[in-house]
């Protein structure tokens, strides 16, 4: 993948005034582009896995989605820890997860990310800082808490990133970890990727106030961005991280973005909860790599063989991806049982441990 | 190069889809991405795109009908391709690999094609891994999937299960009731449940039941009724003589044995001329006490002796182990009226001759008048049965579970025999060991049998 | 030896582990300024700090979670759930997050923390406040579960949950704070009883009573009013229900033929029905008699102090049970 976090520090010394472009250099803002072409194709090849039955269980994609990813994981340090819900896919790719890892986890490998064990809902790579991967909404937050607190306890220089769906912050877990996080002052930013629907459910449906205010009770210091523009997401996540690692404690931010596919590989894109016109239209305006990738056309900043370029490249990150993925050994059948304290019966019948004790005795 | 519309697999629990609406039909442009079908799946109706840039060139499934997960549904391709291979793969309902389907051929020929439009697709998948989809296969059907596979564990305990009981309770209606280490000591005690009264709730038997009955003998309650020894009339061809218990321990016993005891039989030929001289002189000098020592003492004390030497022989089957004697507590079968007991000598080992033949006179006495008691007959350690005084020349035993061996021993005869070259007549016996092989091996044995010969043709090698 | 209360043994573990790592922490509600609501915590907040002993919100949920992600951040958490009745709200951050998050990850993250607290009736609290959460948290591959009965277990085995990379339960007893009992020296050494095995806690031949936990005392009691009978019963403490230790409960089988399961929480699915189900697969030949359960009633805890009086086990049902599969009569219900 392309590193895109060490160039952020170069940031503000750009030429390229009057588009909107200010503050950044012409390569890291190519690298984004590519960057978020990674994710896309990655999704979009998982996408087409699944549909061969090459990839089971949920899928949740992240298309559409990916400036968010970007926006708030490159600013990071590598030590810093990141950690989501289970539409994580390309979260893991930013915080530097291999390609390979992940989409060989998608196929259920061994060598997956974690081995085969948690599958697309459950990507982790702690040597990364990438802490999964978390399948019951909002559950991800106190731990992201747990994770800041043990920051301030050992006195560490990191800090914690916690994404969320727009619907978590209806669960009690929310309220409740954002209060301790704010009393104690974590270190964490609490992001919500506010794509506007969980699952069919649109937020407006079933919250009274929009998301950014639903934090304000809690004295946690909320904002608001349009997170389908990479460039206003990446400025504000540096000045936030910025606070953040100087003791101010928590952060919060509604990051208003759009998914562009349905909520898990097993739902429609569009239908009864909404249009297909909207969705269309979201794609066409919205798109968080087309705008930038115009943005770059508009001042002249990239050509078309420099984008074909990059997605050949991108795309030959991907195919090596699945075919690494397609190639890797199934776990054994002795991993059932490692990795977990269980109950094996040592004379054999109480519980089935995976061994053929016929014959034994 | 044509590019096959799968139907594909739009929910994780989808196995065929209806196609509800093509939104393209033949002969319109499609590129890849662009919806071209809406599918009904068991969970909504779903968009099916396109994998690949072209012409629509051929619908295979019409709206309203249904195909399975991974069937070619339709046909991508550049206006003028011959797509008659395709179409002809389409019909036979699955969605094979070219290069795959040569090398399958007749398997395929075999199968119904029905069988192939059910594949799921994952599957459909595997035949593309040459060798390894057998692999899978066979992990599959394999795989520990631990509902299944206690199911199929269930089973076997159950038919298992189902067998015993058939055996134990025979057709009969009443099942003995029991509790499960009643059941175990009992059969390890050779003692028949049905003949035990049960002290516990509606007449289970329990431990302290079986305990009694160890030390009590049987209860008598169930010994056979006395009938006058009466002939049947001679019109009727059979008479029905009702199981005494004896009877029916020895008949359970019996077939215990020679089913689950894997017996071998290992026969020697002694030469008894010295003892023959031996047991005159000593019967000679025990005249004056009015005693006398038989051949079958004789065989008792040697294969006592014999088997202090082989204690690998004086051993039980325990299932889970093999039990080896220090003592050779010793079994000598005694036909009685009603069937045969096997009294025990204790520490035949150390017994003197005289003091075996005492006892063994005294224990098949009461035998015979059934007079024993349970600690008089359980617990030997090997087994000696003897025909030889009615004449059976040779003959096998059947072994007494869990002893692992036990010796038949036939008639003494003078015979013709080699002896240095020339023919002479000689006292032989034969002896013949059965052996439970999964204590004794032949070996084993042999040297056993090797030892009791050494002893009985040469008695002064009892003292080396 | 020391002779001191079972809430004062848990206070010297606690001490002594936070002593010996720096990475031990106890968070829960009122633990800190009010020294716990059952004073267990006492005298820890002026010895290490308010870094190390945290005052929660009264947010079952959210610390539990939290205490979670401490441990994947490197820390081995005490949680303390002022009852094991709050944890309930807890229970998705205990199932979903620390018990399955070793196995989730391949390996990469162990989640070494012990959520500790009361469990089961005390007196008169009624529903909601005397209930026994064993089952709840024994269901779930990943997470241990702790029971102790004495002072000396107590802090034993406190000990060794706080060192255990996995996630320990750790279930009090409310009305055993003030049991007194011997507990080896402080100076004799770090005091550690390995998670898993089992104690027989009275030795016997006619009858085994198994338990756990608080009942340890009902069957200790029980064992001696049969005494009185002749009876000679067993009594075995599993101290932990998960790892168990399956060779003590088969051996006091074989010894006695004959078993009665205690436990303070409800019969159905409870964790006797387990311990019946691992005799009669491992030990089927050596029963003597049907395996009996004395449990709570199948009802939520009665106020009424009679009504309460009869929904709890109690040594006299222990001896009816013992007489029942001994099969003697006299005393049968």
Redesign the interface.
């Known amino acids: 993948m392309t590193d895109t976090s060490t160039m952020s520090r170069e940031a503000g010394k750009g030429d390229e005034s009057m588009t909107g472009l200010e503050g950044f250099e012409t390569d890291q803002l190519k690298g984004f582009l590519k960057e978020m072409l990674l994710y896309r194709r990655f999704e979009e090849k998982a996408e087409?896995a699944?549909?061969?039955?090459?990839i089971?269980?949920?899928c949740h994609l992240h298309i559409g989605q990916e400036a968010v990813a970007l926006g708030f994981i490159g600013p990071l340090r590598k030590d810093d820890y990141v950690i989501t819900a289970y539409r994580d896919h390309t979260q893991a790719l930013a915080k530097g997860v291999e390609a390979n890892a992940v989409m060989a986890e998608l196929y259920g490998r061994d060598s997956g990310a974690v081995r085969g064990k948690g599958g697309s809902m459950h990507i982790f790579d702690v040597e990364k800082g990438f802490m999964g991967g978390h399948g019951i909404v909002g559950a991800q937050v106190p731990l992201a808490a747990g994770l800041g607190f043990a920051i301030k306890y050992r006195e560490e220089d990191r800090i914690c990133v916690c994404f969320m769906g727009d619907a978590a912050v209806n669960q009690g877990a929310f309220h409740e970890a954002l209060n301790m996080a704010a009393i104690w002052k974590l270190p964490v930013l609490f992001v919500v990727e506010n794509n506007e629907y969980g699952m069919g459910t649109a937020f407006s449906r079933v919250s009274a106030l929009p998301v950014k205010e639903r934090a304000a009770g809690l004295g946690v210091p909320a904002h608001h961005v349009n997170a389908q523009d990479i460039l206003a997401t990446w400025t504000l996540v540096e000045e936030l991280v910025e606070k953040i690692r100087a003791g101010e404690g928590p952060q919060y931010v509604d990051a208003r973005t759009y998914r562009f596919k349905?909520h898990s590989?097993?739902?429609?894109?569009s239908?009864t909860y909404r249009s297909k016109d909207e969705v269309e239209s979201k794609v066409k305006q919205e798109d968080p790599i087309s705008l930038l990738r115009d943005r770059l056309f508009d001042a002249e900043l990239l050509t078309e063989d420099e984008l074909a370029e990059m997605d050949r490249e991108v795309r030959a990150v991907v195919d090596e991806a699945a075919d690494f993925a397609e190639e890797a050994p199934?776990p054994a059948?002795e991993e059932?049982y490692t990795h977990v304290y269980s109950e094996v019966n040592e004379h054999g019948r109480l519980f089935?441990d995976?061994r053929d004790r016929e014959g034994e005795? | 190069m044509a590019t096959k519309v799968?139907m594909?697999?739009?929910?994780?629990?989808?196995e065929e889809g209806q196609i509800v609406q093509w939104l393209k039909g033949e002969g319109d442009e499609v590129s890849s991405g662009e919806v071209i079908a809406e599918i009904e799946?068991d969970?909504?109706?779903?968009?099916l795109v396109a994998?690949g840039d072209g012409v629509l060139l051929k619908i295979l499934t019409q709206e309203g009908d249904t195909a399975p997960?991974?069937d070619v549904i339709a046909v991508i391709g550049s206006e003028d391709e011959d797509i008659s291979d395709l179409v002809g793969d389409a019909d036979g309902g699955a969605a094979p690999d070219d290069d795959e389907e040569s090398a399958d051929a007749s398997k395929e020929d075999d199968e119904d094609p029905d069988d192939d439009a059910g594949e799921?697709?994952?599957e459909?998948?595997d035949t593309k891994e040459d060798d390894a989809s057998e692999d899978d296969d066979e992990?599959e059907a394999s795989i520990?999937d631990?509902v299944k596979?206690?199911d199929r564990s269930d089973a076997d305990e159950k038919k298992k299960e189902a067998k015993k009981e058939a055996k134990k309770d025979d057709g009969d209606e009443t099942r003995v009731k029991a509790?499960?280490?009643?059941?175990?000591l009992a059969e390890e005690e050779g003692i028949d449940l049905a003949s035990l009264e049960g002290?516990?709730?509606g007449g289970?038997i329990?431990?302290a039941d079986v305990e009694t009955a160890v030390r009590e003998g049987p209860a008598e309650k169930d010994e056979p009724a006395k009938t006058p020894d009466r002939r049947a009339p001679d019109e009727e061809e059979y008479e029905d003589v009702p199981l005494s218990q004896m009877r029916k321990t020895i008949a359970r016993r019996l077939v215990e044995s020679i089913g689950p005891v894997p017996h071998f039989f290992l026969t020697i030929d002694v030469d008894m001329g010295r003892i023959v001289e031996a047991r005159a002189r000593i019967n000679r000098q025990l005249e004056k006490d009015g005693l006398k020592v038989s051949y079958n003492d004789i065989v008792l004390k040697t294969t006592a002796l014999a088997l202090s030497r082989h204690p690998e022989c004086n051993a039980h089957w325990g299932g889970?182990h093999i039990r080896r004697f220090n003592r050779v507590h010793l079994g000598v079968a005694v036909a009685i009226d009603d069937g045969l007991i096997t009294p025990i000598v204790r520490d035949a080992e150390r017994k003197g001759l005289v003091e075996i033949a005492q006892e063994v006179r005294e224990l098949a006495g009461r035998a015979r008048e059934k007079k024993l008691k349970p600690e008089e007959y359980t617990g030997a350690s090997f087994s000696v049965s003897n025909l030889g005084m009615f004449g059976i020349e040779e003959f096998t035993a059947v072994i007494n579970p869990p002893e692992a061996g036990i010796l038949a021993v036939g008639a003494m005869e003078e015979r013709a025999v080699v002896v240095d070259g020339e023919i002479v007549v000689r006292p032989r016996m034969k002896i013949t060991m059965s052996c439970d092989h999964r204590v004794i091996d032949g070996a084993m044995g042999s040297a056993f049998l090797q030892t009791l010969k050494g002893i009985l043709e040469e008695p002064l090698t009892a003292f080396v | 030896m020391q002779t001191i209360t079972y809430r004062e043994a848990l206070n010297q573990a606690l001490a002594e582990e936070m002593e010996r790592d720096d990475t031990v922490f106890l968070m829960g509600e009122e633990v800190a300024e009010y020294d716990g609501a059952y004073k267990v915590s006492k005298g820890l907040l002026e010895k290490f700090g308010d870094r190390r002993v945290v005052d929660s919100p009264i947010a079952e949920l959210g610390f539990a979670g939290l205490g979670v992600g401490a441990a994947m951040g490197g820390l081995r958490p005490v949680i303390e759930f002022m009852t094991f009745n709050f944890s309930i709200l807890a229970l998705d951050q205990v199932i979903n997050s620390a018990a399955k998050t070793f196995y989730m990850t391949g390996g990469q993250l162990p989640v070494p923390m012990v959520f500790r607290g009361p469990t089961g009736a005390a007196l008169q609290l009624s529903a909601q406040h005397s209930q026994a959460c064993e089952t709840w948290y024994v269901h779930a591959p990943g997470i241990k579960l702790v029971t102790p009965g004495t002072p000396a277990d107590a802090k034993g085995l406190l000990k060794a949950a706080i060192r255990d990379n996995d996630p320990v339960a750790f279930m009090e007893g409310e009305l055993l704070y003030n049991l007194k009992g011997e507990v080896p020296d402080v100076e004799d050494g770090d005091f550690v009883i390995p998670l898993g095995k089992a104690d027989v806690k009275r030795e016997g031949s006619d009858v085994s009573i198994i338990t756990h936990g608080k009942m340890v005392h009902v069957a200790l009691q029980a064992a001696k009013k049969l005494e009185k009978d002749g009876i000679d019963a067993e009594v075995l403490d599993l101290r932990s229900l998960r790892p168990l230790d399956v060779e003590a409960i088969l051996a006091t089988v074989h010894k006695t033929?004959r078993v009665v399961y205690l436990e303070e929480g409800w019969p159905y699915a409870g964790i006797g029905a387990q311990i019946a189900a691992t005799i009669q697969e491992e030990a089927?030949?050596?029963?003597?008699?049907p395996i009996l359960r004395v449990t709570q009633a199948d009802v939520p805890m009665p106020y009424a102090k009679n009504l309460e009086q009869i929904a709890k086990p109690d040594a006299d049902r222990v001896v009816r049970a013992c007489n029942r599969v001994l099969?003697r009569n006299g005393s049968a219900d």
């Open positions: 087409e699944y549909a061969i039955g090459k089971g269980g949920f349905g590989m097993s739902d429609p894109v239908g199934f059948r059932l089935f995976g005795d | 799968h594909e697999a739009l929910s994780p629990t989808m799946t969970k909504a109706t779903m968009e994998r997960v991974g799921d697709p994952d459909d998948a992990d520990p631990p596979d206690l509790s499960p280490v009643a059941r175990r002290s516990g709730p289970r329990v431990k889970d | 033929n089927f030949d050596y029963l003597d008699a099969y």
